[in-house]
């Protein structure tokens, strides 16, 4: 019955059916051949296809009825795994839904949040130039209440025709164009008379989904104390140029000035030097002592008159003449100071050593002068029977007032000499011009200002000046040729 029943259900109708007319078939037979009533067989026969069509309906209606509840538990089956699918995959959609709708109003939060704290002005517009959305911050700037009462507004309603107007044509031009407006200047001029104000403006194409153009939108940051700046700047520029020309029209003026003075100052001291030189050539025979000690006294005084002319002129030009830096070597610049002080060195018993010193850029020039200065004064102050003088550089701390600064320090070059050495309490003193520690005609005499070019000469540079001094024992020059 088993593999009966595994048949399909019209197998097993055709196979019941085929069953029971055979049946029937063979009992009509054997009614046939048993019974001589021919009535009687008729009869039995009769009954027996009832008997056998009731049976053939009555399985027929078992087997479709296993069918049909076989049929219905494997659709319920199905049914019940197609709804748990579905249910899966509606699970699955909703918690993918309710990550997106997160991640909406988080961006929504964000945006938000822009729109609510940012002090610059932002602001929709539609194909009218209408606004449909302004930020609170633009509210502030319009003194309005409420952002939403610039809805439907225009920069007619707010702004001065000579603002507005730009305004909307810019905006319309965008709308046709696509082409965006980025960094730009307006100076934005109200109805109600307040004072200007200058804003920065991008203003950009309003997009729907699919690509058209359905408004603009733009951003607006407030620069009226920066254009404020920048007129001062411009002033104080202006002001700054005016002052340079005026400084440089000043310093020709000192110039001419100084030549013509130095000039007219030396002529008559070279007359009373001249007259003085005459009277003793002329008449020294016939003057006393003190007579001629005291034209010899006047002719060393108007010697003297002459270089103090000529230091102040030198003094003039130093300090605004235009420095000619080029890349120098050092070396070759204490070559030639020392070719040119040979002699004196030999006769004063003068010891050098120089260390191996860098190329720089410097004036070559004023450098020169520097150095001759230097040695100069390690030469003249030097009482000792012979006389040191070191040159050479080294890196290093500055004064000690600078010694806090811990950015890199700039080469540090050195004059020092084993002479008569400098107190304390002279060492800022010694760069003042004309300023001397000791008699006019000890230690060789001068005017005073050497120091105070090599000063002059170091701080055009950018550089710094400083002596550091033990009485007795000798001093050195320490200097800088380049800006902290």
Known sequence: MKWFCNLPIRARLTSLTVGMVGLVVLLTFVAVATLEDRVLAFAAICLLAVIAIAFTYWASARIVEQYLRSTVRRRSNQDDDDSSDRTKELESRATELAYLNRQLEHERYLLQSLMDNIPDSIYF?????????????????????????ALGKTDFDLFAEEHARPAFEDEQRIIKTGQPIIGLEEKEVWLDGRAPRWVLTTKMPLRNEQGGIIGTFGLSRDITDMKASQLRLAQQAEQLLALNEQLAQSNKDLDDFAYIASHDLKEP??????????????????????A??????????????????????????????????????????????????????????????????????????RVRQLLHNLVSNAIKYNEKEEKLIEIGCCEGDQPEADTSLEKPRPLRFYVRDNGIGIRDKHLSAIFRIFKRLHGRDKYGGGTGAGLTFAKQIVERHGGKIWAESTVGEGTTFYFTLQQD
């Open 269 to 290: 001291l070279r007359g009373i030097s001249g007259y003085a030189h005459f009277l003793m050539e002329d008449y020294g025979d016939k003057l006393g002592p003190d």
């Open 125 to 149: 517009k539609d194909l009218q130039s209408r606004f449909v959305r302004i930020n609170d911050g633009m509210a502030v700037r319009f003194d309005l209440k409420d952002a939403n009462d």
């Open 292 to 365: 001629r000690k005291q034209l010899r006294t006047l002719e060393d005084l108007c010697k003297r008159m002459e270089n103090l002319i000529d230091a102040l002129l030198e003094f003039s030009r130093v300090g605004r003449a235009d420095l000619a830096v080029r890349s120098t070597d050092l070396n070759s610049l204490i070559k030639d100071v020392v070719e040119m002080m040979r002699p004196t060195m030999e006769q004063e018993n003068v010891r050098l050593q120089i260390e191996q010193l860098p190329t720089i850029d410097c004036d070559a020039i």
